[in-house]
Structures are given as structure tokens and as C-alpha cells.
């Protein structure tokens, strides 16, 4: 996928979900991985031209892996000029030193997100931006379905009133197949996460059923997302008639 495909994505998102108005400050959330990055190139691009001008900076919980080295990740930020903010945490050596974590992914979660949120609040942002996919969307779908007996998904714009901060999802448009290839067409300087449960979660299981669901049904994967867009989802905004 080039650039210009990204933006395209990109730009369908933010007009159809009203994702950014003027004088936004968007804090784009990096893990290092290869979605964040492509996340803050999209977003970089679009801030050139799109008629409504905002901020942008970017902010990494590091989780404390010794091994985790983010170092290209502030180089990159430095060549698009996009502030960048580290934020230390004992989250890793929480979940598997000292509490000994079984099933850690959800705890885990809600400890970066609040150490996310906290970091964009004092960065002065009104909205962060956080790099879910198609893909993501539809397996989260499914991980509710069967799982929590609801149909239901990631919005693509979420207001949290205890934090008076907006979560949005740019990139909700473009396959993991195209982030791939982004990745490797603009050589990201990808962080491998050292997750030590990393391809063994429920999301890894959601991943291969809905990739052996679209071999054994051609466009079944493209189906279910239409079928989320479609849905009444509770918590998602309409989408709105956008005309360029």
C-alpha cells in the first residue's frame, strides 16, 4: 500500500465519523508496532491538507521490557516533527514478576490505557488516536459474540467524560494485509513487542478463525464488516453524508 492510499483510507474515516474538527490536538498512541507507525504516518499525511487544521504530537507507555529499545521510534518522530513523549512504567514487572499474571491481557490493558490517557491529558490534547484496524474491528466483533453473547465492536469515536478526552480510530478502514505492506514498502523501524503471551490470546484465536472463515467463505471478512458498519452498534455516531 502507498501513502496515498493510506491518506485515502484515512480521510474516509475522519469525513465519515467526524473523527477531527478545528484546533484539535491529536496525540497518536505508539506501541512501537507496525499499526501505531503506519497510524502516525496516515496522520501526519492528512494534517498537509485536510481543510481542518490540528495538532499533532505522539506517546509511548513503555511497559518496562528491558528489551524494548524506542529509540528509532524517536528518530522517526524527529524527521516528521512530530513531538513524541516516553511515559516509564512498571507494568510488565507488575503483571508478571509480582502478580503473576495468568491471563494478564485485560489488566494489562487498562493499566496502559490509564497511563496513556493520564500522558495525553498533560500534553495539553483533546483527542488521542489509537491504531485499530478492519481487522481488529471484526475480531473484536467476533471475540463479543462468542464470548459475551453481544454484537458489538470498537466505535470509531468514543467520548471519555472522566477524562474529557476523545478516542478515535483513524485507520479503521484499511486491512492488516495493506498495514503489512505499508510497513514494509516505507520500512517502519518496527519495536518487536516482548509480550511473552504475544500470539497466544483470545485475539490471536479471533485472528485465525476469521482468516479460516474467509478461505472456506470467499468475502466472508468483508461481509462481517459491512454487517458491524451496518449494525446500530450502541455508543457508534452515524456516519455522515461527506461530499469533497
Not at 507496525?34 to 487544521?53: C, E
Request: proline residues 5%.
Amino acid at each position: 500500500m502507498k501513502l496515498q492510499q493510506l491518506l485515502s483510507y484515512t480521510r474516509k474515516a475522519v469525513d465519515e465519523y467526524g473523527l477531527i474538527d478545528e484546533g484539535d490536538h491529536i496525540a497518536v498512541g505508539i506501541s512501537g508496532g507496525k499499526d501505531s507507525l503506519t497510524l502516525l504516518y496516515a496522520l501526519h499525511g492528512l494534517r498537509r491538507f485536510y481543510p481542518k487544521k490540528f495538532e499533532l504530537s505522539a506517546v509511548t507507555v513503555d511497559l518496562g521490557y528491558s528489551e524494548c529499545d524506542f529509540t528509532p521510534v524517536v528518530y522517526l518522530c524527529e524527521e516528521l516533527g512530530v513531538p513524541y513523549k516516553i511515559v516509564k512504567t512498571d507494568i510488565a514487572h507488575i503483571l508478571f514478576d509480582e502478580r503473576k499474571e495468568s491471563n494478564p491481557c485485560s489488566l494489562c490493558a487498562k493499566m496502559r490505557k490509564g497511563a496513556l490517557n493520564q500522558a495525553v491529558k498533560e500534553m495539553g490534547c483533546n483527542k488521542v488516536a489509537y491504531a485499530h484496524h478492519k481487522d481488529d474491528i471484526i475480531e473484536t466483533m467476533l471475540l463479543s459474540l462468542i464470548f459475551e453473547g453481544r454484537f458489538y465492536s470498537f466505535s470509531p469515536k468514543t467520548y471519555l467524560d472522566r477524562m474529557d478526552l476523545t478516542v478515535i480510530r483513524p485507520i479503521m478502514f484499511v486491512d492488516e494485509a495493506e498495514v503489512i505492506g505499508f510497513k514494509q514498502k516505507y520500512d517502519l523501524p518496527v519495536v518487536t513487542s516482548r509480550c511473552p503471551i504475544d500470539g497466544y490470546t483470545k485475539r490471536q484465536y479471533a485472528k485465525e478463525l476469521v482468516k479460516q472463515l474467509d478461505d472456506e467463505h470467499a468475502g466472508a471478512r468483508q461481509r462481517m464488516f459491512t454487517a458491524i458498519l451496518n449494525g446500530n452498534i450502541k455508543g457508534w455516531p452515524p456516519r455522515i453524508p461527506h461530499v469533497r
